[in-house]
């Protein structure tokens, strides 16, 4: 049996969408392999899809079996420990320690790229397309820009000061969220608004490759998706402003939402201040949240 885990992350940072992802340590998604009988089984005490067709990590085996022709069969044994549906790749962290341990089960040696491929078929379970921001930082840990024709993950090692809080609202989220809310997207967007996403898109990266959070926090904004998601957080001008009061360096949604995310300088702000205005912004609307202090997560890896 070989057995691998994944972290949690985040997507999009603002202006980045479907390119721009980052690797959280503030939970894991553990999955084991086991070369067993002819067919694909899951095992988990979670409530998920057993049935490995609708499940993620089944999902991306199948791919794998098929693509490698491994006849023999594989028991998934599955243990979330990534919030599902609230934007910190829940889908995503099981994709990418499925594909790296079934990986390392039959030694196939497959480079980063080529484990988030795989792993980005996952992603058909629970968001109904493919797309590779959340799995590639799964897999490949810090922060990573996809291309994604032909794939290709451009890696980048985040500033060591760079601390992060994710907070989670306790509302409920409809099933497929992610499908969901992609589906608010716009088809025609202005070109003035594509250009002040690139603008900030550019400065975010700047900001990582210098070390600048300053300028991570103000590049952190985007003109094009959260507008028409905004809806789906209550009170989120009200939380970045407090947050941004607290000390932290900016505000933005986290992947799909609803779960919100703080960029802090850890040399300079005070994290407690800030997940404590975090809590206070969604307690005015009548949310309670649970808070993730994290940082930034090396990727996915064998467990021994």
Do not use: W
Not at 56 to 70: E, H, N, P, Q, S
Not at 177 to 183: A, D, H, L, N
């Amino acid at each position: 049996m070989n057995t691998a885990q994944a972290p949690s992350s985040t997507a999009n940072l603002g202006p980045g969408f479907d390119v721009f992802g980052m690797a959280l340590d503030a939970c894991f998604d553990t999955v084991s392999v086991a070369q067993e009988g002819s067919s694909i089984t899951i095992s988990s005490d979670d409530d998920i899809p057993l049935e490995y067709t609708k499940n993620t990590a089944g999902i991306v085996i199948d791919m794998m079996r098929r693509d490698f022709k491994i006849e023999s069969g594989v028991h998934i044994t599955i243990n979330k420990g990534v919030p599902a549906g609230y934007g910190m790749g829940s889908s995503a962290a099981s994709a990418a320690a499925a594909a790296v341990a079934y990986s390392d089960l039959y030694n196939l040696n497959l480079s980063l790229d080529e484990l988030t491929r795989y792993a980005g078929y996952g992603e058909q379970a629970s968001a109904g397309s493919i797309h590779y921001d959340n799995v590639a930082a799964s897999v490949s840990g810090g922060f990573v820009i996809v291309r994604p024709e032909p794939l290709r993950i451009i890696h980048l090692q985040p500033p060591e000061n760079l601390a992060l809080c994710v907070a989670v609202p306790d509302i409920p989220t409809p099933e497929k969220k992610t499908q969901v809310s992609r589906g608010v997207i716009p088809n025609m967007i202005p070109l003035h608004n594509v250009t002040t996403n690139v603008s900030l898109s550019s400065s975010l990266v700047a900001g990582i490759c210098t070390g600048n959070i300053s300028l991570i926090g103000d590049s952190i904004q985007d003109v094009i998706v959260e507008p028409v998601r905004k809806h789906m957080i209550p009170g989120l001008d009200d939380i970045r402003s407090l947050a941004v009061s607290a000390g932290a360096a900016g505000v933005t949604i986290s992947g799909a939402g609803p779960s919100v995310i703080a960029f802090v300088d850890d040399d300079t702000a005070d994290m407690n201040r800030v997940e404590r205005a975090m809590q206070e912004g969604f307690g005015r609307q009548g949310i309670d949240c649970r808070t993730f202090p994290c940082s930034v997560a090396k990727g996915a890896g064998a467990v021994q």
